[in-house]
């Protein structure tokens, strides 16, 4: 009967708390919400970019004290990178602060797929930077969605453009085999259709081959790969999956600067793991790499300096690191466009909205923010939710990662449209009225 | 003092042998049932509904299907994932391509007949191995499942990512589109399966079903035929785990991958029917509300006292507290919490003067 007591006491208790779970909130502050993973399989990946994303926010409150006054109220959510647990994070948050939730970063494809079907219905644009899906860049028919500065395809593309360069041009790649492995979910699935393109353009011959989550039994895998001795290896992989894949490269003698990883498996904890076994493994860039930009020195000087960084000061020039620099980043500049629009105040999601679709970062403005060398100029418009699709490759030597190629742009002639094919069978298949990008300014 | 029998004379058959014979246990679920059906929606938010309550009652479907097959004929089953996968995919497949179907209802039911019609097929192994073996037999079939949704193109429409969405839901007409209509149209499902499974596990089907479960060869001898008998319990369980699979693609997630049926599915829902209680429909729900709520409640807790933490240890201290209740839950009533639930009753009865 003592337990039946304490039962239901807890029981009640926790009634109590769902329903009261918002308190009293300051009326000048913009809310932005975290779903990130400090935990789980994905967590050496997930902890440098999560604390990039906390240490820029934190530093746009100290450096400026908020975008034009008004201060980022950041709170962060564990997803493990599942996707069940990522929505109840997203519904969790969406309502907080004084006009709800700005923009939401899902940080896996999964959860983007589930969020693109919430966004139009609670006026949350999401930004999905550098994954999610391909053929949301097409604004017409994903109005909430935003995979800026590159999506999968474009990835792929890059790759690919890359190898050719190598080869002496997209023709010397006939007869050549390519083989993608890939973390089996929507994330490692999707550049599959970009490269069966490629394949069919050029007549190479592509092989995909999955990884079941989370990654670490490769070496069915890998011993096929080793009979069927490919030309070159793409890998899609994210978290414990990559550092295995290089390992099992090391050990069946594949070598590992034919082995070109995505943006997402370019990054030291993929790497360092393997040691020795990592040399020459390459990997596409989303335009930046490793390395300590004009932002550092702020972030050393208003946060490190004082203790107030939520890393350590030798980690935050490392890949992933700076792409959650980069990420927050962009989300501020979105919503500092949108507050030229409708004021200096706190703002709604679809507000925002309106200032990521109207985002405008020249040379001039990134050199004053202090990502000079990190970003290319982007412009993201009603027909082009990605706002640029340049990317680089580089290369780890052992220690560091190098940039070893120029700058590539996906080929808008390929990408486009299979883009507007995708976009166009989501929209019937969802009934979705489409936009007319031409009538908007 | 309340809760006593006492006075309440049957004198039919019928009265006798109705679902609840004590007249403040009729009351009571049926002041449940309306407090879900009225009260709730007057007060209840978003977040309450998609993150809790209809997770809740859509896994408790799920359950009652396992619980069918697990408790009440005791055939060991891990592949509950896949055949809720089954049920979605069907769903999704009649949806898209059968424009006339676009009834959720009828979308619903296919599903649940397809995972029945596949859960006689992974059930006839069933006949010649039993206990672990059958369990390995059944994980079987979740990795073929999952193989299969990740592999033929066509059953998820040929999209590159290999996730499919859904939109525009209605049954009858009725557009079944914000958290509040989602919730009531699974309520009433689930309510209706709810007494189904019920009427079917009291009945002579049940009986033969435990019959089985309790000694096969003896349920043989007195006359139940076991095939016939094991694969009825498939075919109802997975009816009901596939309608569940439905539901959760529909009506919860909206867009999804064969990753949100994996294994780990199925291991959440066998949690759910081992700790709430084998053979109890009640202990379905129980189950369901203890596995998912308890994790979300102990990710929050700190917060509301206004515990400030950092979100690497909150989701550290959720795993290990809730490890720690379910081994607590499991030690103090190995049947589960539908038991406690009987003590409780038993103790009412007699408050207050015990002996």
Redesign the interface.
């Given at each position: 009967?003592r337990?039946?007591k304490a039962?239901l006491l807890g029981a009640a208790v926790?009634a109590a708390?769902?329903?009261?779970?918002s308190g009293a909130q300051a009326q000048n502050e913009q809310f932005i919400p975290g779903l990130?993973y400090?935990?789980?399989a994905y967590?050496p990946n997930g902890?440098p970019f999560?604390n990039g994303v906390a240490d820029y926010y934190a530093l746009v409150n100290e450096r400026d004290g908020g975008i034009n006054g008004v201060k980022i109220l950041y709170e962060?959510?564990?997803t493990?990178y599942a996707?069940?647990r990522g929505?109840?994070c997203y519904?969790?948050l969406k309502?907080k602060g004084p006009t709800g939730a700005a923009y939401v970063n899902p940080l896996s494809?999964?959860i983007t797929?589930?969020l693109?079907?919430?966004a139009p219905v609670d006026k949350i644009p999401v930004i999905s930077m550098g994954y999610g899906?391909?053929e949301s860049r097409d604004g017409s028919v994903f109005q909430w969605n935003f995979p800026l500065l590159g999506t999968y395809w474009s990835a792929a593309d890059i790759i690919m453009q890359h190898i050719a360069l190598k080869e002496g041009g997209f023709e010397k790649l006939k007869g050549k085999k390519v083989v993608l492995v890939y973390h089996?979910?929507?994330?490692g699935?999707?550049p599959?259709?970009l490269l069966e393109q490629r394949a069919k353009m050029h007549g190479f011959e592509f092989t995909p081959m999955?990884v079941t989550?989370p990654g670490v039994e490769q070496k069915a895998t890998w011993l096929q790969i080793r009979q069927n001795r490919p030309d070159y290896v793409l890998l899609w992989g994210w978290g414990i999956m990559n550092s295995t894949s290089i390992k099992e490269a090391a050990a069946v003698g594949f070598p590992r600067d034919k082995m070109f990883g995505v943006w997402w498996s370019g990054a030291e904890p993929d790497v360092r793991p393997a040691e020795g076994g990592a040399k020459g493994y390459h990997a596409a860039m989303l335009q930046h790499g490793a390395g300590q930009f004009g932002v550092h020195a702020d972030l050393k000087k208003f946060l490190y300096d004082k203790g107030k960084g939520v890393a350590k000061y030798d980690e935050t020039g490392e890949v992933l690191y700076n792409r959650g620099l980069v990420n927050a980043m962009l989300g501020v500049e979105s919503i500092r466009t949108a507050q030229k629009k409708f004021g200096n105040k706190p703002l709604t999601g679809e507000q925002v909205r309106w200032g990521i679709e109207n985002l405008d970062l020249s040379a001039a403005r990134l050199k004053e923010l202090g990502f000079e060398g990190m970003l290319q100029p982007l412009k993201v418009s009603c027909q082009d939710h990605e706002g640029t699709r340049a990317g680089r490759v580089q290369q780890w030597d052992g220690a560091k990662w190098v940039v070893v190629s120029d700058w590539y742009q996906s080929d808008d002639k390929v990408l486009k449209p299979m883009v507007d094919a995708?976009a166009k069978k989501?929209a019937e298949?969802?009934?979705?009225p489409v936009r007319d990008c031409s009538k908007e300014s | 003092m309340l809760y006593r029998e006492a006075g309440q004379f049957k004198t039919t058959y019928g009265a006798d042998q109705q679902i609840f014979p004590i007249l403040q246990d009729r009351i009571f679920v049926l002041a449940v049932i309306a407090a879900a059906l009225l009260v709730v929606p007057l007060?209840a938010?978003?977040?309450?509904y998609?993150?809790?309550l209809i997770?809740f009652l859509i896994l408790s479907l799920a359950a009652i299907g396992l619980n069918i097959l697990v408790g009440y004929c005791g055939q060991v089953s891990l592949g509950t994932g896949g055949f809720m996968a089954v049920g979605a995919y069907a769903a999704y497949n009649l949806w898209?391509r059968v424009p006339e179907a676009n009834n959720l209802i009828v979308v619903f039911l296919f599903g649940g007949l397809m995972s029945a019609a596949v859960g006689i097929l992974f059930g006839i192994p069933s006949l010649r191995i039993k206990g672990f073996y059958l369990a390995v037999a059944t994980l079987a079939s979740q990795f073929f499942l999952d193989w299969l949704f990740?592999r033929v193109k066509w059953l998820t429409?040929y999209t590159?990512?290999?996730?499919v969405?859904?939109?525009?839901t209605s049954a009858f007409g009725w557009k079944i589109d914000t958290p509040m209509e989602r919730y009531l149209f699974i309520l009433a499902f689930v309510v209706v399966a709810t007494v189904v499974a019920k009427n079917l596990v009291r009945g002579h089907i049940g009986r033969s079903w435990m019959a089985i479960r309790d000694m096969d060869i003896a349920a043989e001898i007195i006359g139940f035929r076991p095939l016939r008998t094991k694969l009825t319990a498939f075919a109802v369980s997975s009816f009901f785990i596939g309608i569940a699979g439905a539901m959760w693609a529909f009506l919860?997630?909206?867009?999804?991958?064969p990753?949100?049926f994996?294994i780990n599915r199925s291991f959440q829902i066998l949690f759910m029917v081992i700790i709430g209680g084998l053979g109890s429909l009640l202990g379905s729900f129980l189950g369901a509300a203890f596995i998912v709520?308890t994790p979300?409640?102990l990710?929050?807790?700190p917060g509301?006292f206004g515990v400030k933490m950092?979100?690497?240890l909150?989701?550290?201290l959720e795993?290990m507290v809730f490890g720690a209740m379910i081994v607590f839950f499991l030690i103090?009533e190995p049947h589960g919490l539908a038991r406690?639930w009987a003590i409780?009753k038993e103790?009412l009865r007699l408050w207050p003067f015990p002996h």
């Amino acid at each position: 009967m003592r337990l039946m007591k304490a039962a239901l006491l807890g029981a009640a208790v926790a009634a109590a708390g769902l329903t009261v779970a918002s308190g009293a909130q300051a009326q000048n502050e913009q809310f932005i919400p975290g779903l990130i993973y400090r935990t789980g399989a994905y967590a050496p990946n997930g902890i440098p970019f999560a604390n990039g994303v906390a240490d820029y926010y934190a530093l746009v409150n100290e450096r400026d004290g908020g975008i034009n006054g008004v201060k980022i109220l950041y709170e962060e959510c564990d997803t493990g990178y599942a996707t069940d647990r990522g929505v109840e994070c997203y519904e969790r948050l969406k309502g907080k602060g004084p006009t709800g939730a700005a923009y939401v970063n899902p940080l896996s494809t999964g959860i983007t797929f589930a969020l693109t079907e919430k966004a139009p219905v609670d006026k949350i644009p999401v930004i999905s930077m550098g994954y999610g899906r391909s053929e949301s860049r097409d604004g017409s028919v994903f109005q909430w969605n935003f995979p800026l500065l590159g999506t999968y395809w474009s990835a792929a593309d890059i790759i690919m453009q890359h190898i050719a360069l190598k080869e002496g041009g997209f023709e010397k790649l006939k007869g050549k085999k390519v083989v993608l492995v890939y973390h089996d979910s929507p994330y490692g699935k999707e550049p599959i259709a970009l490269l069966e393109q490629r394949a069919k353009m050029h007549g190479f011959e592509f092989t995909p081959m999955p990884v079941t989550h989370p990654g670490v039994e490769q070496k069915a895998t890998w011993l096929q790969i080793r009979q069927n001795r490919p030309d070159y290896v793409l890998l899609w992989g994210w978290g414990i999956m990559n550092s295995t894949s290089i390992k099992e490269a090391a050990a069946v003698g594949f070598p590992r600067d034919k082995m070109f990883g995505v943006w997402w498996s370019g990054a030291e904890p993929d790497v360092r793991p393997a040691e020795g076994g990592a040399k020459g493994y390459h990997a596409a860039m989303l335009q930046h790499g490793a390395g300590q930009f004009g932002v550092h020195a702020d972030l050393k000087k208003f946060l490190y300096d004082k203790g107030k960084g939520v890393a350590k000061y030798d980690e935050t020039g490392e890949v992933l690191y700076n792409r959650g620099l980069v990420n927050a980043m962009l989300g501020v500049e979105s919503i500092r466009t949108a507050q030229k629009k409708f004021g200096n105040k706190p703002l709604t999601g679809e507000q925002v909205r309106w200032g990521i679709e109207n985002l405008d970062l020249s040379a001039a403005r990134l050199k004053e923010l202090g990502f000079e060398g990190m970003l290319q100029p982007l412009k993201v418009s009603c027909q082009d939710h990605e706002g640029t699709r340049a990317g680089r490759v580089q290369q780890w030597d052992g220690a560091k990662w190098v940039v070893v190629s120029d700058w590539y742009q996906s080929d808008d002639k390929v990408l486009k449209p299979m883009v507007d094919a995708a976009a166009k069978k989501y929209a019937e298949e969802k009934k979705l009225p489409v936009r007319d990008c031409s009538k908007e300014s | 003092m309340l809760y006593r029998e006492a006075g309440q004379f049957k004198t039919t058959y019928g009265a006798d042998q109705q679902i609840f014979p004590i007249l403040q246990d009729r009351i009571f679920v049926l002041a449940v049932i309306a407090a879900a059906l009225l009260v709730v929606p007057l007060f209840a938010s978003q977040y309450l509904y998609t993150e809790i309550l209809i997770p809740f009652l859509i896994l408790s479907l799920a359950a009652i299907g396992l619980n069918i097959l697990v408790g009440y004929c005791g055939q060991v089953s891990l592949g509950t994932g896949g055949f809720m996968a089954v049920g979605a995919y069907a769903a999704y497949n009649l949806w898209l391509r059968v424009p006339e179907a676009n009834n959720l209802i009828v979308v619903f039911l296919f599903g649940g007949l397809m995972s029945a019609a596949v859960g006689i097929l992974f059930g006839i192994p069933s006949l010649r191995i039993k206990g672990f073996y059958l369990a390995v037999a059944t994980l079987a079939s979740q990795f073929f499942l999952d193989w299969l949704f990740a592999r033929v193109k066509w059953l998820t429409n040929y999209t590159p990512s290999g996730s499919v969405a859904v939109g525009d839901t209605s049954a009858f007409g009725w557009k079944i589109d914000t958290p509040m209509e989602r919730y009531l149209f699974i309520l009433a499902f689930v309510v209706v399966a709810t007494v189904v499974a019920k009427n079917l596990v009291r009945g002579h089907i049940g009986r033969s079903w435990m019959a089985i479960r309790d000694m096969d060869i003896a349920a043989e001898i007195i006359g139940f035929r076991p095939l016939r008998t094991k694969l009825t319990a498939f075919a109802v369980s997975s009816f009901f785990i596939g309608i569940a699979g439905a539901m959760w693609a529909f009506l919860r997630l909206g867009a999804w991958e064969p990753l949100a049926f994996d294994i780990n599915r199925s291991f959440q829902i066998l949690f759910m029917v081992i700790i709430g209680g084998l053979g109890s429909l009640l202990g379905s729900f129980l189950g369901a509300a203890f596995i998912v709520l308890t994790p979300i409640v102990l990710n929050q807790l700190p917060g509301w006292f206004g515990v400030k933490m950092s979100t690497a240890l909150l989701s550290h201290l959720e795993f290990m507290v809730f490890g720690a209740m379910i081994v607590f839950f499991l030690i103090v009533e190995p049947h589960g919490l539908a038991r406690l639930w009987a003590i409780a009753k038993e103790k009412l009865r007699l408050w207050p003067f015990p002996h």
